[in-house]
């Protein structure tokens, strides 16, 4: 008896969830300034859902109607065992009550997984990008990566895989070269969306020093492209464009600028089992408490429930204040991930909990470790300095106004 099983997924607010995207670890084998501060903290591997755990999981957000598995991290390619993950949840696929399973992943480790992420029916993949320098690619990543990046995005290519390419707008660091990644990323037939950076969690800089607006970036490329409006949206935080010039399509992720949140059909499961019901609020409910106490899935259900009763109506982010604390405690690798260390007193009821805790971390130091297969080495890391002054990452142009900002040049 599976209790509410049968019922789909409503909120409060009319909007019907379809699309849940889960995060299978905190750890990362890069260290994005904008996404984890250099020694960030992992959780201690006993909190995190083994992969039975979140294969069931997912399977009860299926029979509640979720047609749209994405997973995340962290980085989803370095949980040993992925692969028997996807292969698990890719007989939704064959049954017909998923749509899509697909992934976001920083490339990496991509060669290796192609063919069989491929083979298991993912059709498309979201790869983060951004950067096509290396240097400035490794002071982003704080790893010099790029060619494996590269080469694991031509093997998901080879493999039959589509690739979208995620590039976070970072005024310091490639403002000036988003059209030329837009260019690449549509010579080779690839979608790009550029990301808005979010405050999200602490991180060793302050974000409004990285901050740039998508709206500035959108009056400039219109200066030299014109850029026309596309019906498409996806249900998220994404609005479509289609740029004349080059004949690819460009999406523009811009939480802090643009409410998305009347169509959001998403909820974020971390890999210790709280489930988001918003990437911009602290309202979590846990559910592994309920998965652990009974085969059945009764309690969890009965979570998912409250879950879906406390999805707010909308994000809480706020336009940065300089040296002002992120507006969501957690780091976007624990959405997922988390590192709540008090994780299990949320309690069985799956209470709904907005103290945003960060925790001490746990044991986890995990750096790169044995199990996971990391850069080779770190190269541009301590030698790329903040701004090298050759031009290649140049500050933008009016780049200290927020709104009327000239992020960079036409390109030649
Ligand atoms: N490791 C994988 C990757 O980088 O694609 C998957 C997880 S990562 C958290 C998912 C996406 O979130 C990436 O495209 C990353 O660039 C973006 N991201 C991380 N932190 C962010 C932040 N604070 N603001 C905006 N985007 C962020
Ligand atoms: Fe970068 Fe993704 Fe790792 Fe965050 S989780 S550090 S965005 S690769």
Same mark, same amino acid.
């Given at each position: 008896?599976?209790?509410? %099983?049968?019922?789909?997924?409503?909120?409060?607010?009319?909007?019907?969830?379809?699309? @849940?995207?889960?995060?299978?670890?905190?750890?990362?084998?890069?260290?994005?300034?904008?996404?984890? &501060?250099?020694?960030?903290?992992?959780?201690?591997? %006993?909190?995190?859902?083994t992969l039975e755990e979140l294969e069931r999981l997912c399977a009860a957000f299926v029979r509640r109607g979720v047609r749209k598995l994405r997973l995340t991290g962290g980085e989803p390619l370095v949980r040993k065992g992925i692969m028997d993950l996807v292969r698990a949840l890719s007989r939704h696929l064959d049954d017909g009550t998923l749509d899509e399973l697909t992934l976001t992943t920083n490339g990496v480790r991509l060669r290796e997984?192609?063919?069989?992420?491929?083979?298991?029916?993912?059709?498309?993949?979201?790869?983060?990008?951004?950067?096509?320098?290396? #240097?400035?690619?490794?002071?982003?990543?704080?790893? !010099?990566?790029?060619?494996?990046? #590269?080469?694991?995005?031509?093997?998901? /290519?080879?493999?039959?895989? $589509?690739?979208? @390419?995620? /590039?976070?707008?970072?005024?310091?660091?490639?403002?000036?070269?988003?059209? $030329?990644?837009?260019?690449?990323?549509?010579?080779?037939?690839?979608?790009?969306?550029?990301?808005?950076?979010?405050?999200?969690?602490?991180?060793?800089?302050?974000?409004?020093?990285?901050?740039?607006?998508?709206?500035?970036?959108?009056?400039?490329?219109?200066?030299? +492209?014109? #850029?026309?409006?596309?019906?498409?949206?996806?249900?998220?935080? =994404?609005?479509? @464009?289609?740029? %004349?010039?080059?004949?690819?399509?460009?999406?523009?992720?811009? *939480?802090?600028?643009?409410?998305?949140? !009347?169509?959001?059909?998403?909820?974020?499961?971390?890999? /210790?089992? /709280?489930?988001?019901?918003?990437?911009?609020?602290?309202?979590?409910?846990?559910?592994?408490?309920?998965?652990?106490?009974?085969?059945? !899935?009764?309690?969890?259900?009965? =979570?998912?429930?409250?879950?879906?009763?406390? $999805?707010? $109506?909308?994000?809480?982010?706020?336009?940065?204040?300089?040296? %002002?604390?992120?507006?969501?405690?957690?780091?976007? &690798?624990?959405?997922?991930?988390?590192? +709540?260390?008090?994780?299990?007193?949320?309690?069985?009821?799956?209470?709904?909990?907005?103290?945003?805790?960060?925790? &001490?971390?746990?044991?986890?130091?995990?750096?790169?470790?044995?199990?996971?297969?990391? *850069?080779?080495?770190? =190269?541009?890391?301590?030698?790329? *300095?903040?701004?090298?002054?050759?031009?290649?990452?140049?500050?933008?142009?009016?780049?200290?106004?927020?709104?009327?900002?000239?992020?960079? =040049?036409?390109?030649?």
């Open positions: 008896m599976q209790g509410s %099983a049968q019922s789909g997924l409503n909120d409060a607010f009319g909007r019907t969830i379809s699309y @849940v995207r889960v995060s299978v670890t905190d750890r990362c084998n890069l260290r994005c300034t904008y996404c984890m &501060s250099e020694d960030m903290q992992f959780l201690p591997k %006993a909190q995190v859902l997984f192609s063919k069989g992420l491929a083979e298991a029916g993912v059709k498309r993949i979201n790869v983060s990008l951004d950067s096509l320098d290396r #240097l400035t690619f490794a002071r982003i990543a704080r790893s !010099d990566c790029l060619p494996q990046v #590269l080469d694991g995005i031509a093997a998901a /290519t080879d493999a039959g895989l $589509k690739v979208k @390419v995620n /590039t976070v707008a970072l005024k310091r660091d490639n403002a000036a070269e988003i059209p $030329k990644l837009i260019e690449w990323a549509h010579a080779r037939d690839m979608d790009i969306t550029l990301i808005e950076t979010m405050p999200l969690g602490a991180v060793d800089e302050d974000r409004t020093d990285q901050f740039l607006s998508l709206q500035a970036v959108r009056q400039e490329l219109e200066s030299f +492209w014109t #850029l026309n409006d596309s019906p498409e949206r996806s249900g998220g935080p =994404a609005r479509y @464009v289609r740029v %004349a010039e080059t004949g690819g399509r460009l999406g523009f992720i811009t *939480p802090l600028t643009h409410n998305f949140c !009347d169509t959001c059909n998403r909820v974020r499961l971390t890999c /210790t089992g /709280t489930l988001f019901m918003c990437l911009g609020q602290d309202s979590a409910v846990d559910l592994r408490e309920p998965l652990r106490a009974s085969p059945e !899935d009764d309690l969890l259900n009965a =979570a998912i429930d409250r879950a879906m009763a406390a $999805k707010p $109506k909308a994000h809480d982010f706020l336009l940065p204040v300089r040296g %002002a604390q992120p507006a969501v405690a957690r780091h976007m &690798s624990m959405t997922g991930g988390c590192q +709540w260390p008090e994780h299990g007193k949320v309690g069985i009821s799956g209470q709904v909990r907005r103290d945003g805790a960060r925790g &001490s971390g746990g044991s986890g130091l995990a750096r790169r470790g044995a199990d996971l297969v990391g *850069p080779a080495g770190l =190269a541009g890391r301590e030698s790329a *300095p903040a701004d090298p002054g050759d031009g290649r990452h140049a500050h933008a142009p009016g780049a200290e106004s927020r709104s009327g900002a000239r992020p960079f =040049a036409r390109p030649r």
